[in-house]
Antibody
Framework: EVLLLESGGGLVQPGGSLRLSCAAS????????MTWVRQAPGQGLEWVSA????????FYADSVKGRFTISRDNSKNTLYLQMNSLRAEDTAIYYC????????????????WGKGTTVTVSS | QSVLTQPPSVSAAPGQKVTISCSAS????????VSWYQQLPGTAPKLLIY???QRPSGIPDRFSGSKSGTSATLGIAGLQTGDEADYYC???????????FGGGTKLTVL
């Protein structure tokens, strides 16, 4: 069974930093792209960042580019999200998601979701 | 503002069928595959449909997906009260190298 367990959320002041972790199990972690998706209170889903499996290429939403860094440690089956210069609008539940490639070109979908970790940015 | 447009809410009676649309403001849907996610109250989202019309194992065939041009549609037949949830469409926009979600649709089963 694929399991994704996020940790590292909490309360942080504006301008502060936080590092989220996602421990993965039940699949060959290094073979899969992974992504972070967030959901602000009462709002919809917002894609944050993604990292490919093999070459660890990274992708970011404009809203976090230059402030957040996604990384992975395939030896530890763990995904990370380093969040710097945090703002009130970064307050959200952050979900770790396993990405599955389909059969077509640029065919990706969000296969398995973790339960999420809550980040609150407030003074 | 979402790149993919969904109706904010839909409703129908138990046993009936409902459809949820997802339309693109650019070529992202037209060139790529659409997936759908169900988020039950207080829980994490779950994959419902992938590759426009494929159901993962364990998803009942009451749920269906289709795509035509720059629009996609999720269909839910034989509605049950347990289907009350938020539904999101999404796709990888290969031209922007970003993932995009619709704004979400709240389904109410009356």
């Amino acid at each position: 069974e694929v399991l994704l367990l996020e940790s590292g959320g909490g309360l942080v002041q504006p301008g502060g930093s936080l590092r989220l972790s996602c421990a993965a199990s039940g699949f060959t972690f290094s073979n899969y792209a992974m992504t972070w998706v967030r959901q602000a209170p009462g709002q919809g889903l917002e894609w944050v960042s993604a990292i490919s499996g093999i070459d660890a290429g990274t992708f970011y939403a404009d809203s976090v580019k230059g402030r957040f860094t996604i990384s992975r440690d395939n030896s530890k089956n763990t995904l990370y999200l380093q969040m710097n210069s945090l703002r009130a609008e970064d307050t959200a539940i952050y979900y770790c998601v396993k990405v599955q490639e389909g059969v077509g070109a640029s065919d990706y979908y969000m296969h398995v979701w973790g339960k999420g970790t809550t980040v609150t940015v407030s003074s | 503002q979402s790149v993919l447009t969904q109706p904010p809410s839909v409703s129908a009676a138990p046993g009936q069928k409902v459809t949820i649309s997802c339309s693109a403001s650019s070529s992202n849907i037209g060139n790529n595959y659409v997936s759908w996610y169900q988020q039950l109250p207080g829980t994490a989202p779950k994959l419902l449909i992938y590759d426009n019309n494929q159901r993962p194992s364990g998803i009942p065939d009451r749920f269906s997906g289709s795509k035509s041009g720059t629009s996609a549609t999720l269909g839910i037949a034989g509605l049950q009260t347990g289907d009350e949830a938020d539904y999101y469409c999404g796709t990888w926009d290969s031209s922007l190298s970003t993932w995009v979600f619709g704004g979400g649709t709240k389904l109410t089963v009356l």
